[in-house]
């Protein structure tokens, strides 16, 4: 794929990740108005509220779980934004339409998810708890809300029979993890990291973590509101690792991420919004989740602008999305078919060569050097192995831990 | 005759039925659930139980109360600098608006056109580091090249002044319009002239005070917007002030300044979306702390509970404002 090819839909995806944002906050505001007036409801209430997609699954459609085939039906697929293919105009996703080519499947794709913890609240505790299917077949979180939902039982098993290249094609360390140990029940999208992201022409070149806590950078710098990346990279400063990261080391990070907000150092706590922050100049160095900077910044960078990222010489936070089918899925055959064209390595590498993400299924690469080398040499898509072996995972919190340090942390940010 | 005093009878309570289901469906049901909510113990995962845990209310407060009086100050703030813009503002249109009446509160609420949400962050673009507002400034040197706007406790109490301006120039407006110029004719027939020198003394200290207190609020130095604000003040009431308009206009209008004031208020101390998008981690009120426990922590007993907290505390405060200006006001009862 060519630099022109790449440019234009980034383009789409600044404006669509605006608008996304504000319909998002909107929600947000309507959640709250609800909670702060005392005339609010609970959140099944508010689950309620949100896009209902069509659930007219077809029976006859769900009986044969074929892999391939037309199986027809529909497919309602929750995401991230910015995190699938997206065409030059912005309006429709090739491989959403490929799949819909191939199976017959109507697919329903939205931006849905902006944050675990509020996805979690608004769509699937609701129906969930209820013992209800949700209004999703495929929603797309990271490791540990899958954990969480897996511990309380709230995941659909993906048939292997019906998931051949799923079986065949997920690269090798992410089977048997911890939260998942024999990999039925979540199917990696993508892999991140998370570092530095900088504008080099004000900053010049930024490799350790300090430039957080640099006060030449006093009112320009943003961290992000996911407690496992903020905590995780200011324990890796401190020499912890998040891994295996103790009550008491996470109070020590804590205080270091307080010094720095209390010092106003820091100009905001953000979700995926920095980028709109970073993007008008109003911050220059943001705590960034890789494959943001060069697939949402860079395309729409003005002139006194050279948006980059790195991952820390002390080291960066690793993770990875899944997709996971909700506890009574509506349309399972959908979904798994739907996994099964994922992992065939001709369409992730049409989704990677443009999500600018660390991609799970064994033979993209190949694709990918294939068509574009340029892509093939991308240390964001394939990190060297020097920066592999400098990231770190966070630790699986129980339920209590997870409740109070999300709550400690939530103080440290003013909340 | 006996049916029809019997549906005569009948008839306010009829007429107060849809609004009474209404209320009782949307707000009575969900508030009680909401309550029930607060008194639960135990977290997301293994499940909620109604433990009726009334120690959450003191644990809440306690450890809430500095964001709780931030919103007051906050909402305070904004509810008093809408009431000095909008005042002279309601005040020019029902006095001197003559045929462009119409069309000038057409424009006081046309920004209600578009979204709240859309304007806020509007500002975000207009007043960015080295946007269209600020860059030219620094450029010429005006303000320091560090200054900034956003993300500033000054930028969400502005921020709220601005998107709740129409909630206090309307009701002031209706109720000056109201006001029979007769009266102001008939005082200044009584010789109701200019009020000096008390109108400049008055005028002075008000303003001298209320810059003051905004400063400090903000935390700024106060010295030098209160002499500001005390020139000013004393300008205003020694030029704009007359007899007239402090013996008839303003104590007539003062149904409008309890209406508008309390339409300002409430909702200024339970806004978050100012402060998300404008603030900084200091500048958070208590709708942000409520949205991250219910949104990001998950613990929904604490928010509601901090909901409650915040009601009461809203109903307090009316209930003593109410005492303050008199309840008649409110009906309009001294006209």
Same mark, same amino acid.
């Given at each position: 794929?060519?630099?022109?090819?790449?440019?234009?839909?980034?383009?789409?995806?600044?404006?669509?990740?605006?608008?996304?944002?504000?319909?998002?906050?909107?929600?947000?505001?309507?959640?709250?108005?609800?909670?702060?007036?005392?005339?609010?409801?609970?959140?099944?209430?508010?689950?309620?509220?949100?896009?209902?997609?069509?659930?007219?699954?077809?029976?006859?459609?769900?009986?044969?779980?074929?892999?391939?085939?037309?199986?027809?039906?529909?497919?309602?697929?929750?995401?991230?934004?910015?995190?699938?293919?997206?065409?030059?105009?912005?309006?429709?996703?090739?491989?959403?339409?490929?799949?819909?080519?191939?199976?017959?499947?109507?697919?329903?794709?939205?931006?849905?998810?902006?944050?675990?913890?509020?996805?979690?609240?608004?769509?699937?505790?609701?129906?969930?708890?209820?013992?209800?299917?949700?209004?999703?077949?495929?929603?797309?979180?990271?490791?540990?809300?899958?954990?969480?939902?897996?511990?309380?039982?709230?995941?659909?098993?993906?048939?292997?029979?019906?998931?051949?290249?799923?079986?065949?094609?997920?690269?090798?360390?992410?089977?048997?993890?911890?939260?998942?140990?024999?990999?039925?029940?979540?199917?990696?999208?993508?892999?991140?990291?998370?570092?530095?992201?900088?504008?080099?022409?004000?900053?010049?070149?930024?490799?350790?973590?300090?430039?957080?806590?640099?006060?030449?950078?006093?009112?320009?710098?943003?961290?992000?509101?996911?407690?496992?990346?903020?905590?995780?990279?200011?324990?890796?400063?401190?020499?912890?690792?998040?891994?295996?990261?103790?009550?008491?080391?996470?109070?020590?990070?804590?205080?270091?991420?307080? +010094?720095? *907000? =209390?010092? @106003?150092?820091?100009? &905001?706590?953000?979700? !995926?919004? $920095?980028? /709109?922050?970073?993007?008008?100049?109003?911050?220059?160095?943001?705590?960034?989740?890789?494959?943001?900077?060069?697939?949402?910044?860079?395309?729409?960078?003005?002139?006194?602008?050279?948006?980059?990222?790195?991952?820390?010489?002390?080291?960066?936070?690793?993770?990875?999305?899944?997709?996971?089918?909700? +506890?009574? *899925? =509506?349309? @399972?055959?959908?979904? &798994?078919?739907?996994? !099964?064209? $994922?992992? /065939?390595?001709?369409?992730?590498?049409?989704?990677?060569?443009?999500?600018?993400?660390?991609?799970?299924?064994?033979?993209?690469?190949?694709?990918?050097?294939?068509?574009?080398?340029?892509?093939?040499?991308?240390?964001?898509?394939?990190?060297?192995?020097?920066?592999?072996?400098?990231?770190?995972?966070?630790?699986?919190?129980?339920?209590?831990?997870?409740?109070?340090?999300?709550?400690?942390?939530?103080?440290?940010?003013?909340? | 005759?006996?049916?029809?005093?019997?549906?005569?009878?009948?008839?306010?309570?009829?007429?107060?039925?849809?609004?009474?289901?209404?209320?009782?469906?949307?707000?009575?049901?969900?508030?009680?659930?909401?309550?029930?909510?607060?008194?639960?113990?135990?977290?997301?995962?293994?499940?909620?139980?109604?433990?009726?845990?009334?120690?959450?209310?003191?644990?809440?407060?306690?450890?809430?109360?500095?964001?709780?009086?931030?919103?007051?100050?906050?909402?305070?703030?904004?509810?008093?600098?809408?009431?000095?813009?909008?005042?002279?503002?309601?005040?020019?249109?029902?006095?001197?608006?003559?045929?462009?009446?119409?069309?000038?509160?057409?424009?006081?609420?046309?920004?209600?056109?578009?979204?709240?949400?859309?304007?806020?962050?509007?500002?975000?673009?207009?007043?960015?580091?080295?946007?269209?507002?600020?860059?030219?400034?620094?450029?010429?040197?005006?303000?320091?090249?560090?200054?900034?706007?956003?993300?500033?406790?000054?930028?969400?109490?502005?921020?709220?002044?601005?998107?709740?301006?129409?909630?206090?120039?309307?009701?002031?407006?209706?109720?000056?319009?109201?006001?029979?110029?007769?009266?102001?004719?008939?005082?200044?027939?009584?010789?109701?002239?200019?009020?000096?020198?008390?109108?400049?003394?008055?005028?002075?200290?008000?303003?001298?005070?209320?810059?003051?207190?905004?400063?400090?609020?903000?935390?700024?130095?106060?010295?030098?917007?209160?002499?500001?604000?005390?020139?000013?003040?004393?300008?205003?009431?020694?030029?704009?002030?007359?007899?007239?308009?402090?013996?008839?206009?303003?104590?007539?209008?003062?149904?409008?300044?309890?209406?508008?004031?309390?339409?300002?208020?409430?909702?200024?101390?339970?806004?978050?979306?100012?402060?998300?998008?404008?603030?900084?981690?200091?500048?958070?009120?208590?709708?942000?702390?409520?949205?991250?426990?219910?949104?990001?922590?998950?613990?929904?007993?604490?928010?509601?509970?901090?909901?409650?907290?915040?009601?009461?505390?809203?109903?307090?405060?009316?209930?003593?404002?109410?005492?303050?200006?008199?309840?008649?006001?409110?009906?309009?009862?001294?006209?």
């Amino acid at each position: 794929m060519n630099d022109e090819r790449n440019e234009a839909p980034g383009k789409q995806i600044a404006r669509r990740t605006f608008l996304q944002g504000t319909a998002l906050a909107g929600f947000g505001a309507f959640l709250a108005a609800c909670g702060a007036s005392g005339t609010g409801s609970s959140a099944s209430a508010a689950a309620a509220t949100t896009a209902s997609p069509s659930t007219a699954a077809s029976a006859g459609a769900s009986a044969s779980a074929a892999a391939g085939g037309k199986i027809g039906g529909d497919l309602n697929f929750a995401n991230w934004i910015g995190y699938i293919d997206i065409s030059e105009d912005g309006s429709t996703y090739p491989s959403l339409e490929q799949f819909t080519k191939d199976s017959g499947v109507k697919v329903n794709y939205q931006e849905a998810i902006d944050d675990n913890e509020k996805f979690f609240t608004s769509d699937l505790q609701g129906p969930l708890s209820q013992n209800l299917p949700t209004a999703w077949d495929i929603v797309v979180v990271t490791d540990w809300m899958v954990a969480r939902l897996a511990r309380l039982g709230w995941l659909e098993a993906i048939d292997a029979s019906a998931t051949p290249n799923f079986v065949a094609n997920l690269e090798p360390q992410y089977k048997g993890r911890s939260f998942d140990p024999n990999t039925k029940f979540a199917a990696p999208w993508q892999s991140g990291m998370t570092g530095i992201g900088f504008d080099k022409k004000k900053t010049g070149d930024l490799t350790s973590l300090n430039a957080f806590w640099d006060a030449k950078y006093k009112g320009k710098l943003t961290y992000l509101t996911e407690m496992r990346d903020t905590v995780g990279l200011t324990a890796i400063k401190l020499g912890f690792d998040p891994a295996t990261i103790t009550k008491d080391q996470f109070d020590q990070s804590l205080a270091e991420i307080d +010094k720095a *907000v =209390k010092g @106003k150092l820091v100009r &905001q706590l953000t979700g !995926n919004s $920095y980028v /709109d922050v970073m993007a008008s100049g109003d911050a220059i160095v943001a705590m960034a989740w890789s494959g943001d900077v060069l697939g949402l910044l860079v395309p729409d960078q003005k002139k006194d602008q050279d948006f980059q990222f790195n991952v820390a010489k002390e080291g960066g936070m690793l993770w990875t999305d899944n997709m996971v089918m909700p +506890k009574g *899925v =509506k349309n @399972k055959a959908q979904a &798994q078919a739907f996994i !099964n064209f $994922y992992y /065939d390595p001709k369409i992730a590498a049409q989704v990677e060569a443009y999500v600018n993400y660390v991609c799970p299924v064994k033979g993209a690469a190949e694709v990918l050097k294939a068509s574009s080398p340029e892509i093939a040499s991308n240390p964001l898509i394939f990190p060297p192995q020097d920066v592999v072996a400098r990231l770190h995972q966070f630790r699986a919190l129980d339920a209590n831990e997870e409740k109070d340090w999300s709550a400690a942390f939530s103080k440290v940010l003013g909340l | 005759m006996a049916r029809i005093r019997l549906s005569r009878a009948a008839a306010p309570y009829l007429l107060l039925l849809p609004g009474l289901a209404w209320l009782l469906l949307f707000y009575v049901y969900p508030a009680i659930q909401m309550f029930l909510v607060s008194l639960w113990t135990g977290n997301v995962q293994d499940g909620y139980k109604l433990t009726f845990n009334w120690g959450i209310y003191g644990s809440a407060f306690t450890e809430y109360w500095p964001w709780i009086v931030r919103s007051a100050e906050y909402g305070g703030l904004a509810t008093i600098l809408a009431f000095l813009l909008g005042y002279p503002l309601a005040y020019t249109i029902a006095f001197r608006g003559g045929a462009y009446k119409n069309v000038l509160l057409f424009l006081v609420i046309a920004p209600f056109f578009t979204s709240f949400l859309l304007r806020t962050i509007s500002w975000k673009i207009i007043l960015a580091d080295s946007g269209i507002v600020l860059g030219p400034l620094k450029a010429a040197g005006l303000v320091p090249d560090d200054f900034r706007v956003l993300a500033t406790p000054a930028a969400v109490v502005a921020g709220i002044t601005y998107n709740f301006l129409p909630f206090m120039t309307l009701p002031l407006y209706v109720a000056l319009e109201k006001i029979d110029r007769r009266l102001i004719e008939a005082a200044e027939d009584l010789y109701a002239g200019p009020w000096r020198p008390a109108g400049t003394i008055a005028g002075a200290a008000i303003g001298a005070v209320l810059l003051a207190l905004l400063a400090l609020t903000l935390s700024a130095d106060p010295l030098v917007p209160a002499i500001l604000g005390g020139i000013v003040g004393a300008l205003i009431g020694t030029f704009l002030i007359g007899q007239a308009f402090l013996r008839i206009t303003l104590p007539l209008s003062l149904p409008g300044i309890f209406a508008g004031s309390l339409l300002t208020f409430i909702p200024a101390v339970g806004d978050f979306i100012n402060a998300e998008l404008l603030g900084d981690p200091g500048s958070a009120m208590i709708g942000n702390v409520i949205q991250a426990r219910f949104l990001k922590i998950t613990d929904y007993p604490t928010a509601s509970a901090l909901s409650f907290i915040l009601m009461a505390a809203i109903l307090v405060g009316v209930l003593v404002y109410a005492r303050l200006i008199g309840t008649e006001e409110l009906t309009g009862g001294r006209i």
